[in-house]
C-alpha cells in the first residue's frame, strides 16, 4: 500500500511531518463565565499534536456569532489567554495548530447572548427543526429550538467583516499558526450563498458573486490582517446540515469561489463531504472541478479511513487529509494508522456533554498496554 499519507508537507512555512489533519470539532468545555479554553482543553489538543495539523474547533467571533453553549470564543481578553494555554501545550508537543473562526447566523438561540438578541442571517428565514444546545438554569446545556432570525442589514454585514479580522489577528496573539474560515455546514457564509436563504436585494444578495461577496470580504480582510499564507477556508458543497439545500448549479458556485479564493491566494481549501460520498470518487465532476480552480492546498475531509486517504492522495485528488470523530478516541491516531492497529470507538453521549470523560480520558496504544501489564 501508499505510504503518501505518511509524508511530509509544506504548508506555507510550516512542515507538517505527516498528511493527516485533525479535522475541527466542538466539544463544549469551556464552562468558565468567560467562556475561555481551559487547561483541560490544552491537554486534549496536545494529546493529539501527532496530526500534521490540527484545526481546533469552531470558534465564535463575537458574542453574536454563538451558537451552542461552552464553546469558547476567541474575542477578549481572556479567550486569548485560555487559547494561549492550547497552542503552547501543542507546540511544546511539536505540533501545529490553526483556529476555525465561526459565526453560527441563524442557527442560534435568544438565551445563548446576555442581551438575549436574536440570531442572524441573511433573511428572516427560519429552521423548522434544528435544535441547539443552550444553558437553561442548569449546569447542563439543554437543546432548545431555533429562535427565529433577524435579517442583518448591510453595515451589520461589513462589520461582521471587522469581527473576523480581529478576530485572526487574536487567533496571532493567542499563538495559533493559522486560522480556518468557516464557511460550511449551514452556518452564515453558506446561508449568504444559499440562493433559497438569499432574498437581500443589497450587494450581498441577488447573482451568485454577491452572495459569494460576504465570504471574498471576510477572506480579504484577514489576510491582510495576519498574511494570507496563514488563511484558509472550509466549504461543504452539497450539504444539507442545518436543513440546507444542495447548490441548484454547484459546479458553477463553487467553482466561482475556488477561482476567486485562489487570486487572493490564501493557504489552503478545505472541501467537506457531509455524505462521505463524492468526495471518494476520483471522477466526480466536482472534485475534479475544485481541484482545477483552485491551485493551492486542498484539504479532503468526509469518511475517510487510511485506504481511502491513500487512493485520495494517490490520484491527486487532495493534498492532506482530514480525519474527525476518529480524532475523539484515538489520541494517537496517527501512530494507529500508520501501523494497522485497531481504532477506538468514541462515546457519543459524552462528546458535548462537558468535564474529562470523553474527552481527554481515551487511552492511547501505549497506555492501553501499560495498563493490560
Not at 444553558?135 to 433577524?150: H, N, S, T
Not at 492497529?341 to 470523553?358: E, F, R
Request: net charge neutral; proline share 6%.
Amino acid at each position: 500500500m501508499s505510504r503518501k499519507l505518511f509524508s511530509r508537507y509544506s504548508l506555507a512555512s510550516l512542515v507538517l511531518p505527516n498528511r493527516i489533519v485533525m479535522a475541527p470539532m466542538n466539544r463544549n468545555r469551556a464552562t468558565d463565565s468567560q467562556l475561555a479554553a481551559s487547561a483541560m482543553t490544552a491537554r486534549y489538543y496536545a494529546q493529539r499534536a501527532s496530526a500534521g495539523l490540527i484545526i481546533a474547533e469552531g470558534t465564535p467571533v463575537s458574542p453574536q456569532a454563538r451558537g451552542c453553549a461552552c464553546t469558547p470564543g476567541i474575542y477578549s481578553t481572556a479567550q486569548i489567554a485560555g487559547w494561549r494555554q492550547v497552542t503552547t501545550a501543542v507546540h511544546d508537543q511539536g505540533g501545529r495548530i490553526y483556529l476555525q473562526l465561526w459565526h453560527v447566523g441563524r442557527v442560534g438561540h435568544c438565551g445563548l447572548r446576555a442581551d438575549a438578541s436574536p440570531p442572524v442571517g441573511p433573511s428572516t428565514i427560519a429552521l423548522h427543526n434544528d435544535r441547539v444546545p443552550v444553558l437553561d438554569g442548569g449546569k447542563e446545556p439543554v437543546l432548545q429550538p431555533c429562535d427565529p432570525p433577524r435579517a442583518l442589514r448591510t453595515e451589520e454585514v461589513r462589520a461582521i467583516v471587522v469581527d473576523f479580522a480581529r478576530a485572526a489577528r487574536n487567533a496571532m496573539a493567542a499563538g495559533f499558526d493559522g486560522v480556518e474560515i468557516h464557511a460550511a455546514n449551514g452556518y452564515l457564509f453558506d446561508q449568504f450563498r444559499c440562493p433559497y436563504l438569499n432574498d437581500r436585494a443589497d450587494a450581498y444578495g441577488g447573482a451568485t458573486h454577491k452572495r459569494w461577496r460576504f465570504l471574498l470580504e471576510t477572506t480579504a480582510a484577514v489576510a491582510e490582517a495576519i498574511g494570507s499564507e496563514r488563511v484558509g477556508v472550509r466549504i461543504s458543497p452539497l450539504g444539507t446540515a442545518h436543513e440546507m439545500q444542495p447548490d441548484p448549479a454547484p459546479l458553477f458556485t463553487y467553482g466561482y469561489l475556488a477561482c476567486q479564493l485562489d487570486q487572493l491566494g490564501i493557504r489552503y481549501l478545505h472541501v467537506y463531504d457531509q455524505s462521505g460520498n463524492w468526495i471518494h470518487d476520483p471522477q466526480s465532476d466536482l472534485l475534479q472541478h475544485l481541484r482545477a480552480c483552485y491551485s493551492g492546498t486542498m484539504i479532503l475531509c468526509g469518511g475517510f479511513d487510511r485506504e481511502r486517504a491513500e487512493a485520495a492522495l494517490r490520484n491527486d485528488c487532495g493534498d492532506l487529509i482530514a480525519f474527525g470523530k476518529h480524532f475523539i478516541a484515538n489520541p494517537d491516531l496517527v501512530e494507529r494508522l500508520r501501523i494497522g492497529a485497531p481504532l477506538a470507538h468514541w462515546n457519543a453521549s459524552t462528546i458535548y456533554k462537558g468535564g474529562a470523560q470523553g474527552y481527554i480520558d481515551y487511552p492511547t496504544l501505549q497506555e492501553e498496554a501499560h495498563s493490560e501489564r
